[in-house]
């Protein structure tokens, strides 16, 4: 009996599991492809959930966030590159510009600089074969588009009329406040100077230099007067303008051109950075008064290079606040040679660091490569280097003068600009006065002046001759020089005051 009620039971077992199983199997086939769209739907809205959680207030509680699975890789496509655009270019003659060198164009070149400043890269085209007479004329930024180019194939004059210049003007073509300014071309920026010249040749300041160069009969050097090339006899202002000129301006480029006969300085920087001037000429006659080739002045980062510089005062003029400077493979004369200075006129601070002057060539000139300050100023010269430089018939080929005074009269003062670090090497060629002029502060003496491989012979011709003349100066001999410059003394001076902070750079 108890057999049989285990028998049954079992039994029992079995017929409920079958139709458990029977039940469930066809529970999930009736739900079919709607149960996976639902799944599928409920997993999104899952995902949206702990989305919104996650952005939102902080959970309650310590469940765990699943991590994210990694998306597909992004296939790398670089886009073509954008078309370049084609340079717009504004000739001067489409904006009535004549180009007979009579009619005043400085309107048409004023409206061309106007459409040409709202267009970057553009271009401003000074056609060849046509002369521009254009009056004192400003190209001004700062709000134009950069890197502007003048396609300069023409020649522009300047106007030789009084009336044209008012009581004076320091400048004839301004360059201000631009990035990126190019000038280029095969075109002559022409300053007509000769005008300017004759009017006031007397009341220019003289190079200082030049009491040191006597002839046989004992006469001064004088500035002979140039005759008047100009239409006009009427007197020209006392203050002479400075042909082209840049200010404040970074990455410019002056290239291919010719400047010539400009009123006082040809080529002038003031305050920018990044220059570079190369393959271009100034031209001026050699007894024109106070034209330098190319003035530097609180500019940094200049090279100049592959130039031709025929002037009536310094090929190079480098002024306080220039930095960086290299000069290489230049031919300068006739001038006054490549010059630092003149530094600290009227007690004021100068600094100048860091340039280098190679192989250039300078036939004819007053100087070779020169630093000249003022008595009474304050500031440093330091790491300058002249080094292949080829004179032929240079007066001066190596001066350092801290006395300079371009004026009849000047007092004596104990401070002075520090010049250190000063380095001559492969100074070669022929004299005719002095080979080396060294003029050193008293007080402040010049420090690390080396001299390597000077050799200077001289041509006698219608000076008088004097030996290597040298005060206050000290360095060192690296190599025998022809010829021996006995009076550099070696070492540093025994006592040397120390700069105050006032004085120092």
């Given at each position: 009996m108890r057999n049989f009620s285990f028998r049954r039971l079992a039994f029992m077992l079995l017929i409920a599991l079958l139709v458990w199983c029977s039940s469930s199997g066809t529970c999930h086939a009736r739900r079919g492809k709607h149960w996976r769209q639902s799944r599928a739907a409920?997993?999104?809205?899952?995902?949206?959930?702990?989305?919104?959680?996650?952005?939102?207030?902080?959970?309650?509680?310590?469940?765990?966030?699943?991590?994210?699975?990694?998306?597909?890789?992004?296939?790398?496509?670089?886009?073509?590159?954008?078309?370049?655009?084609?340079?717009e270019s504004f000739n001067v003659l489409d904006f009535g510009a004549k180009g007979d060198g009579e009619t005043d164009d400085t309107k048409a070149f004023q409206a061309a600089w106007a459409s040409a400043c709202k267009v970057e890269a553009s271009t401003i085209m000074v056609p060849s074969d046509y002369i521009f007479l254009v009056g004192p004329i400003s190209f001004s930024g700062p709000y134009c588009e950069a890197n502007i180019v003048f396609q300069l194939d023409g020649t522009i004059i300047a106007p030789t009329n009084a009336k044209a210049w008012g009581s004076g003007l320091l400048w004839w073509i301004e360059i201000t406040k631009l990035r990126g300014?190019?000038?280029?071309?095969?075109?002559?920026?022409?300053?007509?100077?000769?005008?300017?010249?004759?009017?006031?040749?007397?009341?220019?300041?003289?190079?200082?230099?030049?009491?040191?160069?006597?002839?046989?009969?004992?006469?001064?050097?004088?500035?002979?007067?140039i005759p008047i090339n100009s239409k006009q006899g009427s007197k020209m202002p006392s203050i002479k303008p400075t042909a082209l000129r840049f200010y404040g301006s970074f990455n410019?480029?002056?290239?291919?051109?010719?400047?010539?006969?400009?009123?006082?300085?040809?080529?002038?920087?003031?305050?920018?950075?990044?220059?570079?001037?190369?393959?271009?000429?100034?031209?001026?006659?050699?007894?024109s008064v106070n034209t330098d080739g190319i003035h530097l002045q609180n500019s940094k980062d200049v090279l100049i290079h592959t130039a031709n510089l025929a002037c009536g005062d310094d090929c190079v003029s480098i002024q306080t606040g220039c930095s960086n400077v290299y000069i290489h493979n230049v031919k300068c004369g006739p001038g006054h040679g490549i010059s630092i200075g003149g530094l600290g006129r009227d007690s004021t601070k100068?600094?100048?660091?860091?340039?280098?002057?190679?192989?250039?060539?300078?036939?004819?000139?007053?100087?070779?490569?020169?630093?000249?300050?003022?008595?009474?100023?304050?500031?440093?010269?330091?790491?300058?280097?002249?080094?292949?430089?080829?004179?032929?018939?240079v007066e001066l080929p190596?001066?350092?003068?801290?006395?300079?005074?371009?004026?009849?009269?000047c007092k004596n003062q104990t401070s002075a600009v520090a010049l250190s670090g000063i380095t001559y090497e492969k100074i070669r060629g022929t004299y005719t006065v002095k080979p080396v002029h060294f003029?050193?502060?008293?007080?402040?003496?010049?420090?690390?002046?080396t001299l390597t491989g000077?050799?200077?012979?001289?041509?006698?011709?219608?000076?008088?001759?004097?030996?290597?003349?040298?005060?206050?100066?000290?360095?060192?001999?690296?190599?025998?020089?022809?010829?021996?410059?006995?009076?550099?003394?070696?070492?540093?001076?025994?006592?040397?005051?120390?700069?105050?902070?006032h004085d120092s750079c």
């Amino acid at each position: 009996m108890r057999n049989f009620s285990f028998r049954r039971l079992a039994f029992m077992l079995l017929i409920a599991l079958l139709v458990w199983c029977s039940s469930s199997g066809t529970c999930h086939a009736r739900r079919g492809k709607h149960w996976r769209q639902s799944r599928a739907a409920s997993a999104s809205l899952s995902k949206k959930k702990s989305k919104s959680h996650s952005s939102g207030s902080h959970h309650h509680g310590g469940s765990k966030s699943k991590s994210k699975a990694p998306l597909p890789p992004k296939q790398d496509i670089t886009p073509p590159p954008p078309e370049k655009k084609a340079s717009e270019s504004f000739n001067v003659l489409d904006f009535g510009a004549k180009g007979d060198g009579e009619t005043d164009d400085t309107k048409a070149f004023q409206a061309a600089w106007a459409s040409a400043c709202k267009v970057e890269a553009s271009t401003i085209m000074v056609p060849s074969d046509y002369i521009f007479l254009v009056g004192p004329i400003s190209f001004s930024g700062p709000y134009c588009e950069a890197n502007i180019v003048f396609q300069l194939d023409g020649t522009i004059i300047a106007p030789t009329n009084a009336k044209a210049w008012g009581s004076g003007l320091l400048w004839w073509i301004e360059i201000t406040k631009l990035r990126g300014i190019t000038i280029q071309g095969s075109g002559v920026i022409d300053g007509k100077g000769s005008v300017w010249w004759q009017d006031s040749p007397y009341n220019d300041p003289f190079d200082d230099e030049a009491k040191l160069i006597i002839p046989f009969n004992n006469t001064a050097q004088e500035n002979q007067p140039i005759p008047i090339n100009s239409k006009q006899g009427s007197k020209m202002p006392s203050i002479k303008p400075t042909a082209l000129r840049f200010y404040g301006s970074f990455n410019v480029t002056v290239t291919g051109i010719t400047i010539q006969n400009s009123p006082q300085c040809h080529l002038k920087f003031d305050n920018c950075v990044g220059v570079s001037i190369y393959d271009m000429n100034v031209s001026s006659p050699g007894d024109s008064v106070n034209t330098d080739g190319i003035h530097l002045q609180n500019s940094k980062d200049v090279l100049i290079h592959t130039a031709n510089l025929a002037c009536g005062d310094d090929c190079v003029s480098i002024q306080t606040g220039c930095s960086n400077v290299y000069i290489h493979n230049v031919k300068c004369g006739p001038g006054h040679g490549i010059s630092i200075g003149g530094l600290g006129r009227d007690s004021t601070k100068a600094c100048v660091s860091n340039i280098t002057v190679r192989d250039i060539i300078m036939h004819n000139t007053m100087n070779g490569v020169r630093i000249k300050t003022w008595q009474g100023g304050s500031g440093s010269v330091q790491g300058v280097l002249f080094s292949n430089i080829q004179v032929s018939e240079v007066e001066l080929p190596i001066v350092i003068d801290q006395f300079y005074c371009d004026k009849q009269k000047c007092k004596n003062q104990t401070s002075a600009v520090a010049l250190s670090g000063i380095t001559y090497e492969k100074i070669r060629g022929t004299y005719t006065v002095k080979p080396v002029h060294f003029a050193c502060s008293d007080s402040l003496p010049c420090m690390d002046v080396t001299l390597t491989g000077i050799q200077l012979t001289p041509l006698q011709e219608r000076y008088h001759m004097y030996d290597p003349f040298c005060w206050q100066t000290f360095g060192e001999l690296t190599t025998p020089t022809v010829p021996p410059i006995g009076c550099l003394q070696i070492g540093k001076p025994s006592s040397n005051r120390i700069q105050s902070d006032h004085d120092s750079c």
